[in-house]
């Protein structure tokens, strides 16, 4: 009786091996996803057009001012960082980024697209790393163009009025730097939110109540009350914009500027850990 050799396993019976997902991978993952979206690019264009144009009309408005004063008054006025970075554009700004980064992680919630994410990709932890390292790049970038931009179209209307000031002036370029990171603080701390609510409304409702209802309600004037305030990053970012020294007798008690970088550090920081956290702890 004769006896077959065994057959060898062809190279189609070899189960194909899957190499193991790098968190390069992830980042480009991520950044597809918001690309694709349609209205990522109308968002950002939009605020780009709305926090620019705040600060032409802050600018537009104080030139009657600016007409009523001597050219030796107006050479004395500095620089107008409200005017260049204003309130209003900038709180808008913060609404908008905050909203934006809770939906990277909330969306794929209520899609159900988590579930898919997480059995390609079982480390959950490296995905909301991924989606944080992808919203601050993305938010970082929008931040810098928004600021550069409200600075250059503020400074040329009041250079009409021989009121403006070049970059290199003493106080432009922190709050420069401060209004362009303003955008990924809040960003990450939506993500944050939106890790920890996972529900679109109440999770862009409770960003906007923390980042731009809640600081106006404590007073400055009691220690307790205003630490709490300076803890908030549109009281840091008023700090870091402010280009002059707090008022020695004023009652109120004055952030100061390592502290207010130190809450443009830790509100992201926090929300990131927190989000890791807890969706490694939580069911799909």
């Known amino acids: 009786m004769t006896t077959l050799p065994p057959a060898t396993p062809t190279a189609s019976a070899v189960p194909a091996v899957e190499p193991p997902v790098r968190f390069r991978d992830l980042l480009v993952s991520e950044w597809i996803k918001i690309r694709s979206l349609r209205s990522t690019p109308w968002v950002l264009a939009l605020t780009t057009l709305f926090v620019i144009g705040s600060a032409a009309v802050a600018a537009l408005a104080d030139i009657d001012d600016l007409r009523a004063m001597r050219p030796a008054a107006r050479a004395d006025q500095g620089f107008l960082v409200f005017v260049a970075f204003p309130a209003a554009g900038h ?3 913060m ?10 992680v909330v969306s794929e919630y209520s899609s159900g697209l988590i579930r898919t994410t997480t059995v390609a990709v079982p480390a959950r932890g490296a995905v909301v ?7 601050a ?8 163009v928004i600021s550069t931009g409200c600075f250059l179209v ?4 009041l250079n009409g009025q021989r009121a403006g000031v070049s970059l290199t002036h003493p106080g432009v370029l922190r709050a420069l730097v401060a209004s362009a990171l303003l955008a990924p603080v809040c960003a990450l701390t939506g993500l944050g939110l939106g890790a ?4 679109s409304a109440t999770t862009m409702v409770t960003s906007a109540f923390i980042l731009v209802m809640l600081p106006p309600i404590f007073s400055q004037s009691a220690r307790w009350s205003a630490a709490v305030s300076h803890a908030m990053p549109v009281t840091a970012w008023k700090r870091l914009a402010q280009n002059w020294a707090p008022d ?5 008690y004055s952030a100061t500027v390592p502290g ?7 509100w992201p920081l926090i929300a990131v850990v927190l989000a890791v956290v807890v969706v490694r702890r939580r069911d799909v």
């Open 137 to 144: 790049a993305l938010w970082t970038a929008a931040g810098a």
């Open 248 to 252: 020695p007798h004023s009652l109120a």
């Open 91 to 93: 709180m808008a700004l």
């Open 154 to 157: 503020s400074q040329a209307i």
């Open 260 to 266: 207010s970088w130190a809450v443009y550090v830790l």
């Open 95 to 104: 609404l908008v980024a905050g909203s934006v980064g809770a939906l990277t």
């Open 129 to 135: 790393l991924a989606k944080a390292v992808v919203t």
């Open 196 to 199: 920890l609510i996972r529900h």
